[in-house]
C-alpha cells in the first residue's frame, strides 16, 4: 500500500475518534436539551401509528393526535394510579416488613447449620487479622457531622425545584410528542430540505426504515411487556404476594431496559416474600415464575413476533446500554434500544456512517467467504469446516461451492499475486478446499454412465484443479456423467482426448486470473481440431467490467457459452445437450429416411 494512502487512513482514523468524542461531550453536556428531545422523537414513534388508525378512520388531524394523546395518558394514568395507591401502602409497611426480614436473616444464621456458622467465624477471624487496627477502631469515640439548617425560604425553594423540574421536564415531552405527531409531514419534509434535494432518496428511505423499525418494536414491545406484567400480578397474586399490581407494573417498566429489567424487577416481590412468609416456598416460587416467563418470553414468544425488526445485534445493544447509562443516566437505559436502531440505521444509508452499521447492525461482520478464508489463514480448519457445512444446508452443494469456497479461492489467488501470503498458506488454503469439496462430491449419488457425456479440462493452476472438482461434483449432481482430464496430461493430450472421445460436451475450466490465456488456448486448439465440439467455459473473476471483457475473447478464442458461476454453467451445459441431443434426434432420422425412401414416401 502506498505511504500516501496510509497517512491518509491514519488521518481519517483520528479525525473519526476526535468526531466520537466531540460529539459523545455535547451529547453528555446538553443532557437537560436533548433528552427531552430523544424522549419526545421515541414517545412519538410509538403513538404514530394509532394516529395513522385515526387518519384512515377520516378523522381530522388535531382529533387524531387529541384521542391519541387522551389514550396514552388515560392509560399511564390509570396504571399509575393503582400502582402509587399500593406503594404509597407498601412505604407504610417497609419498616415492619424490614424488621421481619431482618428478624428471619438473624434466625438463619443463627440455625443449626454448623458449616454456614463456622464459615462465619472464620470470616470474622480472618477479618480482625488482616485489619490489625481492628480493637483501636472499636474502642474509637465515633464522629458526627452535622450539615448546618437550611433557612425555611432555602428548603421552600429545594422542594419546589425537586418537584418543578421533573413536571417540568414530563409537560415539555408531552407538547413535543403532540407537535411532532401533528406536524410530522412538515417536519419531514423540512428535514428533506434541509438535507437537500439531492439526498431526497437516502432520506427518505432513513426516515422511513427507521420509523417502522422503533414503532414497531416499540408497540410490540409494550404489548408483550403489558401481557407479562398482567401474568406477573397474576402470579403473585396466587402466590400471596402482596401489592401484586406494584410488581406487575413495576415489571411492565423495567422490562425496556435491556438484560437486567426482569431480574430487578423480581428482585424486589421475591424479597417481600422472604420476608413475610415463614419458609422458602413463596420465595422460590416467586423466582420461578419469573425466570419461566423470562424465559419463555425471551426465547419463543419475542423471536417469534420481533424476528430482525430491531436490526440490532444482542453485542451492540448489551455495549450501548452501558454508553446510554453512562451518558444520560437512568433514563438513557430506557432509551438504550430505540436510539441504537436509529444509529444502525443511519450507517446503513449514510456511506460516511458505514462503520455504525458494522459495529450496531445484526447483519454477518464478515461476508461468509471471507470469513471461511479468513479461518483458513488462522488456521482453524474445523470452524471452517463448520461455516462451509452450516452454508451448504443452507445453500445446498452447488450453493456453497458458488459463494463461499470459490470467492475463498479468488481470494487467496489475489493475496498470493501480490505476495500478501505466503507459499504454505495458499497451500494450506487449496487443500482444505480440496478436502471439502471431497466430501461433498461422497455424499452425493453417483450418475449411471449414459449416452451424454462431458468432458472437464483444466488449466495448471493449484485453484483451477479444484473449481474443476467443483464443477465435476455439480455436474454429477445433475445426473451427467463426467470425465477430467488428468493433471499430467499436455494441452495437446487434452485435445488428443476431445477429438478422440468426441464429447457431448467440453468444459474448460479457469478461475486463476492468470490462467485466461492457457483457456483461451485450449479453445482455439478444440474447435481447430473438432469444429463441432461444444465448448462451455467457467470463468469465475471478481471484477464485472473484467468479467464482460473475458466472455468476449473467450468466444472469440471458440467457446460457445461462458459461464461464470457453477450455476450458470449448469443450465447453459443442459441448453448445449439438449441441442446436441435435438441434432442427433434429427440425424437420425435423416438417415433412416435415407434408408427407407419408399416408407418415408409412403
Same mark, same amino acid.
Given at each position: ?32 436539551? &436533548?433528552?427531552?428531545?430523544a424522549l419526545g422523537i421515541?414517545? #412519538?414513534?410509538? +403513538? $404514530? @401509528?394509532?394516529? %395513522? !388508525?385515526?387518519? *384512515? /378512520? ?78 483501636? &477502631? ?8 452535622? #450539615?448546618?439548617? +437550611? $433557612? @425555611?425560604?432555602? %428548603? !421552600?425553594?429545594? *422542594? /419546589? ?25 412538515d417536519l419531514r419534509d ?351 473473476l471478481p471484477d464485472m ?58
Amino acid at each position: 500500500m502506498p505511504h500516501t494512502q496510509v497517512v491518509t487512513r491514519i488521518n481519517g482514523a483520528w479525525v473519526s475518534l476526535f468526531a466520537v468524542v466531540l460529539v459523545t461531550v455535547l451529547l453528555w453536556a446538553a443532557k437537560d436539551v &436533548l433528552l427531552p428531545l430523544a424522549l419526545g422523537i421515541i414517545l #412519538a414513534f410509538m +403513538l $404514530s @401509528p394509532l394516529v %395513522r !388508525l385515526f387518519d *384512515k /378512520a377520516k378523522l381530522p388531524r388535531f382529533a387524531s393526535v387529541t384521542l391519541t394523546m387522551m389514550l396514552a395518558l388515560g392509560s399511564v394514568g390509570g396504571a399509575g394510579y393503582v400502582i402509587a395507591d399500593q406503594f404509597a401502602d407498601l412505604a407504610t409497611q417497609v419498616t415492619r416488613y424490614t424488621s421481619q426480614m431482618r428478624q428471619k436473616a438473624t434466625e438463619l444464621r443463627a440455625g443449626s447449620n454448623a458449616a454456614f456458622k463456622q464459615f462465619t467465624r472464620t470470616v470474622d477471624r480472618v477479618t480482625e487479622q488482616l485489619d490489625g487496627h481492628a480493637s483501636e &477502631l472499636r474502642a474509637a469515640q465515633p464522629v458526627r457531622v452535622v #450539615a448546618s439548617g +437550611l $433557612s @425555611p425560604v432555602e %428548603r !421552600l425553594r429545594e *422542594k /419546589a425545584a425537586a418537584i418543578f423540574e421533573p413536571l417540568a421536564s414530563a409537560v415539555i415531552v408531552l407538547v413535543l410528542v403532540a407537535f411532532m405527531l401533528g406536524q410530522r409531514e412538515d417536519l419531514r419534509d423540512r428535514l428533506i430540505r434541509l438535507t437537500g434535494t439531492d439526498n431526497v432518496i437516502v432520506t427518505t428511505r432513513l426516515l422511513d426504515e427507521a420509523a417502522q423499525r422503533v414503532s414497531r418494536y416499540l408497540v410490540a414491545q409494550t404489548l408483550v411487556n403489558i401481557c407479562l406484567g398482567a401474568l406477573v400480578a397474576a402470579g403473585l397474586y396466587w402466590i400471596g404476594v402482596p401489592y401484586a399490581a406494584l410488581w406487575g407494573g413495576l415489571t411492565a417498566v423495567l422490562r425496556f431496559v435491556p438484560y437486567v429489567g426482569t431480574t430487578l424487577s423480581a428482585l424486589l416481590p421475591a424479597a417481600l416474600a422472604f420476608a413475610i412468609f415463614p419458609g422458602w416456598t413463596e420465595t422460590l416460587q416467586t423466582l420461578g415464575m419469573f425466570l419461566i416467563l423470562d424465559l419463555t418470553t425471551g426465547y419463543f414468544i419475542e423471536p417469534l413476533l420481533f424476528g430482525r425488526r430491531t436490526g440490532v445485534s444482542s453485542f451492540a445493544l448489551l455495549v450501548s446500554a452501558l454508553f446510554w447509562i453512562w451518558v444520560w443516566g437512568p433514563m438513557g437505559l430506557l432509551l438504550a434500544t430505540p436510539l441504537t436502531v436509529c444509529i444502525a440505521v443511519l450507517g446503513r444509508h449514510v456511506k460516511s456512517l458505514r462503520f455504525l452499521a458494522v459495529l450496531f447492525a445484526d447483519e454477518p461482520a464478515l461476508q461468509p467467504h471471507v470469513g471461511y478464508y479468513q479461518r483458513l489463514l488462522a488456521r482453524d480448519e474445523d470452524e471452517a469446516n463448520a461455516l462451509a457445512s452450516r452454508m451448504a444446508a443452507e445453500l445446498g452443494a452447488v450453493g456453497v461451492m458458488d459463494e463461499v469456497l470459490i470467492p475463498a479461492l479468488r481470494l487467496a489467488e489475489q493475496h498470493y499475486s501480490r505476495s500478501e501470503i505466503s507459499q504454505e498458506d495458499m497451500d494450506f488454503v487449496v487443500e482444505a478446499t480440496a478436502e471439502i469439496v471431497v466430501q461433498i462430491r461422497a455424499r452425493q449419488q453417483k450418475p449411471s454412465p449414459g449416452e451424454t457425456g462431458i468432458l472437464l479440462v483444466g488449466t495448471s493452476g493449484c485453484a483451477d484443479k479444484v473449481v474443476l472438482e467443483m464443477l465435476a461434483t455439480a455436474m454429477e449432481g445433475n445426473g451427467h456423467a463426467v470425465t477430467t482430464v488428468g493433471e499430467n496430461e499436455t494441452a495437446a493430450e487434452a485435445v488428443t482426448r476431445v477429438v478422440t472421445s468426441r464429447p457431448d460436451l467440453t468444459c474448460v475450466v479457469a478461475v486463476s486470473s492468470t490462467r485466461g490465456a492457457q483457456a483461451r488456448g485450449h479453445c482455439r486448439r478444440i474447435r481447430s481440431a473438432l469444429p463441432s465440439a461444444r465448448l462451455l467455459v467457467l470463468r469465475p473473476l471478481p471484477d464485472m467490467n473484467d468479467t464482460a471483457r473475458s466472455i468476449g475473447r473467450m468466444k472469440e478464442a471458440g467457446a460457445d457459452r461462458v459461464a461464470i458461476t457453477l450455476r450458470q454453467a449448469i443450465e447453459q451445459a443442459a441448453q448445449l445437450l439438449d441441442r446436441a441431443a435435438h441434432r442427433r434426434r434429427s440425424n437420425e432420422r435423416e438417415v433412416d429416411v435415407a434408408a427407407h425412401p419408399q416408407t418415408s414416401n409412403a
